[in-house]
Each structure stands twice: as structure tokens, then as C-alpha cells.
């Protein structure tokens, strides 16, 4: 299931010039990773394209997965290891089997490509692993939705509707959790996105059904405690897909809305609403992902494309083309978008001009999530069929890719 990519994949990979108009900004990604184990032989390498000036090189790819439906939902750097979060449908060979209909997946690798672990944690009902960080210190932390009590003891999480949303904590260096905060409505709650600042204060938003499918964020110190909660729409119905923070920890979480598609919202550090801003057909129906750059500027990728906010919510430019799952910044402030085949990777200038798009993988291949550390990109998603040296473990599988910039 692992692969080195010791040939030239010119057959699946390809690399497309397109110049298009847009507009960006500026840098910098963080992320977190690991833990020990084994798996494969060490490589390096793969494929080489010239992409306007700049050098491509696939390094090594994996897929893993069951003989159901698998995905990959987030990814997180630190310390040369890389995990994802996602869900798992069924036993992945090698490792702890699954405990219902679909399991919070817990996968890392270190940074040459070797499988470390991975864990299937969960009830014996639905759950869902929807977003993934760590701190300081290696600890991890995911978040998402699970239709059962995901603590042993019944009394702490019972299972208080059709799906809550929950958040656990799981310690460096091993992978279970070390405590799971689980809430939720008689309803349908999740968590869309998970965020840590640099104080340690954990941050999720999501959405859930007692007041009509209302937003909310919630903040958590590192020991599980509720700090404050915030929550808007309700009417219309509003779902939370994404959070951020800027340099005076200011919150910007974005959407979508049943009146209007895509918003962004800002919330002070202390919990309060500065402004609620709806977009329409303008930014697009959904947003999926938002990011502050080096200078406090927003952007914000969808279903429509990739939008540039001022620090005020205004729309300074909208790049209809550049649509993706997930966004990530260089150090140079160019912008990755990461989406499906034909727009694997696209890469656009700090002008806000595309440079290249890469087309990558076999049949369906989806990236949902993406990191950069360096001039290494990680791009981590859902594919059907078998990548190139890798293998179809069945229906949909997880998989992993390092690609590296060279200039």
C-alpha cells in the first residue's frame, strides 16, 4: 500500500500552465504530527515536471483503507511527522479493527513516507473525524460527529441525538485519547473545523439543530473547560466549515447560509460578534476553508472560487477559476489550492495570477486537505482506483502525497 516513487510518473502526472486572472496574498503554515511504528522501505523521488520556472517532484505517495468507504478529511504537520484525521468503513489490514458502521480514523506518517500507526476510534455507530491540529507539545487534537457515547462511561457522553458534535484530546505519542468532550442537541450537531492559537485555547465551530441549524463556536482551554460560545443564524439555516485567527486573535469562521451562500463572520477574542458579512452568488453557494495571511488579509476557498478580503469583510477580488476543498500559503506568499483531478494542485501568485495547475491521480481522486512545511506540500484526500505504485484497498481509499517545489 505505501509507495516510493522511484520512476518518472509521466503517465499520471502532468502539469498544466494556465494563466488566469485572480488576485492573493501573503504567508505562512503551520501545522503538527506523530508517533512510532513501521511500514515500508525508504525512497525518495518520483515526478519531475517543468512547471513555469518551478520543478514538481513527487516524493512519495500512500493509500491506505478498508474494503469500504474510506476518507481523509484534514491533515496536520510537526516535528517531521504527518497525520490526517477522516472516517474508516471498515478493518484496515495491520491494524486495530473497526468498531461500527464508520470510525474516527487517526493515521500518521513520518516525513519519509513511513506509515506509523494508525487507530480507529469510535462507537459502534457512525462517527466522523472532521478536522485535526496539535500543540506545542505534540498533543492532538480532533474533532467531527458521532452518532453513539464515545467515552466508556455512559454517563459522561451519552449519545444525545441523531449525531454530536465531540472534541478529544489525544496525547503525543500515543494514539488514544487522553479525555473526549462529546455535546449535542435531540437533533444533527457536528463540528466543522478545529482551530489552536498560540495560548493554547482550542476553537471549534459547527452547527447544530435546537435553533434551526445554528452556528456556533465554542472556546476550550487545553483541559477540556468551555470558555465561551457564540452562536448565530438559526434563520436562515447556517453551517460552519471553517475557523481562523489572526495576529490580535480575532476569529474569522465562513460557511454557508440557506438565504444567502457563502458568509464570514469576525468574533472578538472575548467571544463577541464585530460584523456577519453574507456574499451570495458573488463569492458562491459554499465555503469550505479560510486563511489569514502574514498581513491580517482573509481568504476564503469554495465551491465558486477563491476570494481576497480586506480586514473589514470587504471583497477586494474573487478568482471564479481557482474553487477548491483547502488552501495553504508558501513562504512567499503564493497560495495552493488543493481540489479534485484536473485541479489536483493550483498554484497562484501573490498578484493574484495562477502560475500551474497539476493534474494528478487515477479515476476519482480528491484532495481535501492540505499543509505545507518548507517547500514540501502535503495534500491528503479520497481516491478510487489505485495511484501509481500504490494499490485499491476497495471502494474509496485514504491517500497521502509530498510533493516538493523546487525553484
Not at 35 to 41: K, P
Not at 358 to 368: D, F
Request: some cysteine.
Amino acid at each position: 500500500m505505501r509507495s516510493y516513487l522511484w520512476l518518472i510518473l509521466g503517465l499520471t502526472t502532468m502539469l498544466m500552465i494556465a494563466c488566469d486572472d485572480g488576485g492573493m496574498g501573503d504567508p505562512n503554515e503551520t501545522d503538527t504530527g506523530g508517533d512510532t511504528g513501521d511500514t515500508g522501505d525508504t525512497g525518495d523521488t518520483g515526478n519531475d515536471e517543468d512547471a513555469g520556472g518551478e520543478l514538481v517532484e513527487v516524493i512519495w505517495s500512500d493509500q491506505i483503507g478498508s474494503k469500504e468507504s474510506d476518507r481523509a478529511s484534514d491533515i496536520v504537520f510537526n516535528n517531521g511527522e504527518i497525520c490526517v484525521t477522516g472516517d474508516a468503513g471498515g478493518d484496515i489490514d495491520g491494524f486495530n479493527g473497526n468498531k461500527g458502521s464508520s470510525d474516527i480514523l487517526f493515521s500518521c506518517w513520518d516525513s519519509a513516507g513511513y506509515l506509523i500507526h494508525t487507530s480507529m476510534l469510535g462507537t459502534d455507530k457512525w462517527d466522523n473525524g472532521s478536522s485535526i491540529v496539535s500543540d506545542e507539545f505534540g498533543n492532538y487534537y480532533i474533532t467531527g460527529k458521532t452518532a453513539g457515547s464515545l467515552d466508556e462511561d455512559e454517563y459522561i457522553n451519552t449519545g444525545l441525538g441523531q449525531y454530536d458534535a465531540f472534541l478529544m484530546k489525544l496525547q503525543g505519542g500515543y494514539p488514544y485519547p487522553e479525555w473526549t468532550k462529546q455535546w449535542g442537541t435531540d437533533g444533527m450537531d457536528a463540528v466543522g473545523a478545529l482551530l489552536i492559537d498560540s495560548q493554547g485555547y482550542v476553537y471549534v465551530c459547527g452547527d447544530m439543530d435546537e435553533y434551526q441549524d445554528q452556528c456556533f463556536l465554542i472556546k476550550f482551554s487545553s483541559y477540556e473547560e468551555e470558555v465561551w460560545k457564540k452562536n448565530w443564524g438559526g434563520d436562515p439555516f447556517c453551517t460552519c466549515n471553517s475557523v481562523a485567527a489572526d495576529s490580535n486573535h480575532n476569529l474569522y469562521a465562513t460557511g454557508s447560509m440557506s438565504d444567502s451562500g457563502v458568509f464570514l463572520t469576525k468574533i472578538t477574542a472575548d467571544g463577541q460578534i464585530s460584523w456577519l458579512k453574507k456574499f451570495g452568488p458573488t463569492v458562491g453557494e459554499n465555503a469550505y476553508k479560510v486563511k489569514i495571511d502574514s498581513n491580517d488579509k482573509i481568504f476564503v476557498v469554495g465551491s465558486s472560487g477563491l476570494t481576497k478580503f480586506d480586514t473589514d469583510g470587504t471583497p477586494l477580488w474573487t478568482a471564479e477559476n481557482n474553487g477548491g476543498d483547502a488552501i495553504a500559503f508558501d513562504d512567499e506568499g503564493n497560495i495552493y489550492v488543493v481540489g479534485s483531478n484536473e485541479s489536483f494542485l493550483t498554484k497562484v501568485a501573490g498578484d493574484g495570477n495562477e502560475v500551474w495547475r497539476w493534474e494528478w491521480g487515477t479515476g476519482y481522486t480528491h484532495g481535501n486537505a492540505i499543509t505545507i512545511y518548507s517547500n514540501d506540500v502535503y495534500v491528503a484526500g479520497t481516491t478510487m482506483g489505485s495511484l501509481p505504485d500504490n494499490e485499491s484497498s476497495g471502494s474509496y481509499d485514504v491517500f497521502i502525497v509530498k510533493v516538493r517545489l523546487l525553484e
